[in-house]
T-cell receptor
Framework: GESVGLHLPTLSVQEGDNSIINCAYSNSASDYFIWYKQESGKGPQFIIDIRSNMDKRQGQRVTVLLNKTVKHLSLQIAATQPGDSAVYFCAENMRGSARQLTFGSGTQLTVLP | ETGVTQTPRHLVMGMTNKKSLKCEQHLGHNAMYWYKQSAKKPLELMFVYSLEERVENNSVPSRFSPECPNSSHLFLHLHTLQPEDSALYLC?????????????FGPGTRLTVT
């Protein structure tokens, strides 16, 4: 499944499938990006980050892709599990705007059994 | 656990009450943040403290008053709030007071203003 995080706020995938969550950012001067996961009743939890001098970064079961040409960020989750059900949102930091992260509104990922 | 704790986890207060939210980080970080999270809206940055000095105040109404007595503790004092202030208030910390990096969030305080 694939979702544009800011325009399609929900995404449902079958357990075991790969998930792709997208985020379109607006500021071409942004040079640092983070993906967060927020489960119900909890605060956001860091998943993975990427700086603008990279276009891909991999973690455990997750990969972030950055396309600066079209200002697009995606989070790929391999072999999605029920515990991955949560809201996922991206955040960007604009160069020169120290400490300020601008957050997207998020995508609700639901993993179906 | 992220190393950032918040108390209370839930708070119900009337519009004439005064209450405080507390945040504590056990990570040795130098920057702390308050965010407001309303339903179906992006996180809104309220305040940033770096090395115990307030460095950002994003046009937050004066009925919200932050306090950072030391690098491990952050408070948000509340008075004469409005019903639209009901939201999840999140505290975060980060290691680097100068640049952008990962922020670690607490579990939040769910605030309801009646």
């Amino acid at each position: 499944g694939e979702s544009v995080g800011l325009h399609l706020p929900t995404l449902s995938v079958q357990e075991g499938d790969n998930s792709i969550i997208n985020c379109a950012y607006s500021n071409s001067a942004s040079d640092y990006f983070i993906w967060y996961k927020q489960e119900s009743g909890k605060g956001p939890q860091f998943i993975i980050d990427i700086r603008s001098n990279m276009d891909k970064r991999q973690g455990q079961r997750v990969t972030v892709l950055l396309n600066k040409t079209v200002k697009h960020l995606s989070l790929q989750i391999a072999a999605t599990q029920p515990g991955d059900s949560a809201v996922y949102f991206c955040a960007e930091n604009m160069r020169g705007s120290a400490r300020q992260l601008t957050f997207g509104s998020g995508t609700q990922l639901t993993v179906l059994p | 656990e992220t190393g950032v704790t918040q108390t209370p986890r839930h708070l119900v207060m009337g519009m004439t009450n005064k209450k405080s939210l507390k945040c504590e980080q056990h990570l040795g970080h130098n920057a702390m943040y308050w965010y407001k999270q309303s339903a179906k809206k992006p996180l809104e940055l309220m305040f940033v403290y770096s090395l115990e000095e307030r460095v950002e105040n994003n046009s937050v109404p004066s009925r919200f008053s932050p306090e950072c007595p030391n690098s491990s503790h952050l408070f948000l004092h509340l008075h004469t709030l409005q019903p639209e202030d009901s939201a999840l208030y999140l505290c975060a910390s980060s290691p680097n007071p100068q640049g952008a990096d990962e922020q670690y969030f607490g579990p939040g305080t769910r605030l309801t203003v009646t």
